[in-house]
């Protein structure tokens, strides 16, 4: 009998640890979603975004760099991407909120160039913008040797991760599989944040699955790009409310919005001494920069957009590490 109940013993972990999930982009079974897929109702709308290091065991090196907040907004492939470096994160809201229906809530979008280079992130949410909640994630990926800068992961290991799929394909995420935790309202879902989960497989700097199995992805990467580089967040379930603001040290408002001739961005400083204020239009093209120094903590900047199209335009704060981003309507009708 003892036998007997070892042999089932060992069959169930090896069933474990064979254990797969959905494949790639395009390959039958897969869960990835294509950008231009008509199931997506909206895009991210508000972003702020935290850096990391480009390698967070040589902090000399400094953060990640590319891309800003502005590049997480609209649809997936349109305006380039912000990258998060070793365990950044970014904050993300909407116009409404997500709301839990049958099926995917949303999907996240990463600029992998392969359907083997994934690069990895948690997802959390949050209902009131101060609570968040993770999605339980599986990396059943090896932990015993470090995939390197350029190295390669099987997708069919990985569940519940941002950066499944390759770019233009988001990986969707369902509200139901969150359904018990408390604190949490599935049905009104106001905040996502996206976090790099580093990938490096030292005890030091290793981050776990919900098994506590190490997550391995490639690393290092020491680079302006490195880490998690998130391109956008599609809205499948949504509600009609009201977004909240994002829930960050780096908050500002554009009034007025609609604009036509000026805007006054008005913001309470931190603890950061130089700030940035960069206006970018849909694309991505860098439009004014003003640059100013803190000197008391409510600041109102003008700035002069007279000479702007009808349009869609996008704000941005930055400081060394931190960067949010809103969107600003230009009517000259």
């Known amino acids: 009998m003892k036998r007997l109940l070892l042999i089932c013993y060992l069959s169930l972990i090896r069933l474990v640890v064979v ?21 997506f109702v909206e895009w991210a709308t508000n972003c702020s975004v935290v850096r990391g290091y480009q390698d967070i065991s040589k902090t000399s090196l400094g953060y990640a760099s590319t891309g800003d907040s502005s590049m997480a907004l609209g649809k997936a492939g349109t305006n380039g991407v912000v990258s998060l470096g070793d365990g950044g994160y970014v904050t993300i809201t909407f116009l409404n909120a997500i709301s839990d229906k049958p099926g995917w809530d949303f999907a996240v979008f990463e600029n992998s160039f392969s359907d083997t280079f994934l690069e990895l992130a ?40 941002a950066g499944k799929y390759r770019a233009m394909y988001g990986t969707p995420f369902d509200l139901q599989q969150l359904s018990l935790q408390s604190g949490l309202n599935i049905n009104v879902i106001t ?22 199995n190490k997550i391995n992805d490639p690393w290092n990467t020491p680079f302006p790009s490195s880490g998690f580089d998130l391109d956008a967040v599609g809205v499948i379930h949504s509600l009609p409310q009201e977004v909240k603001n994002v829930n960050t040290s780096l908050a500002f408002n554009i009034y007025p919005n609609p604009a036509k001739n000026f805007i006054s961005v008005s913001l309470v400083t931190t603890n950061a001494l130089q700030y940035k204020i960069v206006l970018t239009d849909i694309l991505g093209k860098e439009i004014k920069t003003i640059n100013f120094f803190q000197n008391n903590k409510q600041q109102n900047i003008r700035m002069d957009i007279s000479e702007l199209n009808s349009g869609i335009y996008f704000i941005s704060v930055f400081t060394q590490t931190e960067t949010t981003t809103q969107k600003l309507i230009v009517s000259n009708d």
């Open 191 to 212: 905040h996502v944040k996206i976090i790099d989960v580093v990938g490096c497989i030292q005890d030091t700097f290793a981050r776990y699955d919900q098994y506590g």
């Open 122 to 161: 948690f997802v959390e949410v949050s209902s009131d913008g101060i609570n968040y909640f993770r999605f339980p994630c599986t990396a059943y990926t090896q932990d015993t040797l470090q995939i390197n800068g350029f190295g390669n992961t099987d997708a069919t290991k990985i569940d519940n991760l």
């Open 19 to 39: 254990a797969q999930f959905a494949p790639p982009a395009g390959q039958l079974g897969t869960t990835a979603i294509h950008k231009d897929s008509s199931v």
